[in-house]
């Protein structure tokens, strides 16, 4: 029996927040190759919003017209493009001094017929939504949710705690990096949520899973989220991509 060739419908929306004077948060998407990419900039001056840039740049083409046997190579393309996007950043970074330092986390979403494939690196995040739950499918890679999960912290104190900026793991900021990957199967009505923390800080995952349930148009989902994280503070950039799976 052939696999179930699943139909896939996306939108995204970025916002400044309301602390922010500039937004280091980007994302891109392209619903025919299959890959949705968010990534949340660091470093001064406009150094996070070149490095955020140039790693959704490179995953796109490397993931869509760079290879058209990617899909068919996944995991090991999607670990290729994100070495070939860490090198890009960390190069440029290397020639020009006023760039050095910079970084940026990354969160992706390959699809191809049934499978999914997350791709992450640093503390964006992508939930799934199914049957009106929502289950958050990657790790942080961060100072505090590693001690969580070493059972050294409580998800309380890594909330309020003051080393909850610090990441572990970022493209750029060294000549190599590891992301984490995930193969899932998809079903019809799925929602993927890719989000950098600007949404996840200000919204806990109930109130995330009781606004998503709602159903709607992706636009609309959207914005009620964005909407929502600026409502209860907007400290950071906010970036949200929603991916829906339809039969």
């Avoid at 990419?37 to 955020?52: K, L, N, P, R, T």
Wanted: some cysteine; glycine content about 8%.
């Amino acid at each position: 029996m052939s696999a179930p060739n699943f139909h896939f419908a996306a939108t995204a929306i970025t916002d400044r927040g309301c602390k922010r004077s500039s937004n280091e948060d980007a994302y891109g998407y392209s619903v025919a190759a299959g890959i949705y990419v968010v990534c949340d900039g660091m470093g001064g001056a406009a150094a996070g919003e070149v490095a955020s840039s140039l790693a959704v740049d490179e995953i796109l083409q490397r993931l869509d017209g760079g290879s058209t046997d990617a899909i068919a190579r996944m995991p090991a393309a999607a670990e290729e493009a994100i070495a070939a996007a860490n090198e890009a950043i960390f190069s440029r970074a290397q020639r020009d001094h006023r760039l050095s330092g910079m970084g940026t986390t990354l969160v992706a979403l390959a699809t191809a017929e049934s499978r999914v494939w997350v791709l992450n690196v640093g503390d964006s995040r992508c939930y799934r939504l199914r049957g009106g739950r929502l289950a958050q499918v990657t790790n942080d890679h961060s100072l505090v949710e590693e001690r969580v999960r070493q059972g050294l912290m409580t998800p309380q104190e890594a909330l309020h705690s003051p080393l909850r900026n610090v990441i572990t793991r970022a493209l750029g900021t060294h000549n190599q990096v590891t992301p984490d990957v995930f193969e899932l199967e998809a079903e019809p009505g799925d929602l993927y949520l890719l989000s950098t923390d600007g949404l996840t800080r200000e919204l806990e995952d109930e109130r995330m899973q009781s606004l998503l349930a709602r159903g709607g148009e992706l636009e609309e989902s959207c914005t009620i989220l964005v909407e929502a994280a600026k409502e209860a503070g907007g400290q950071d950039n906010i970036t949200a991509l929603l991916v829906r799976v339809n039969r």
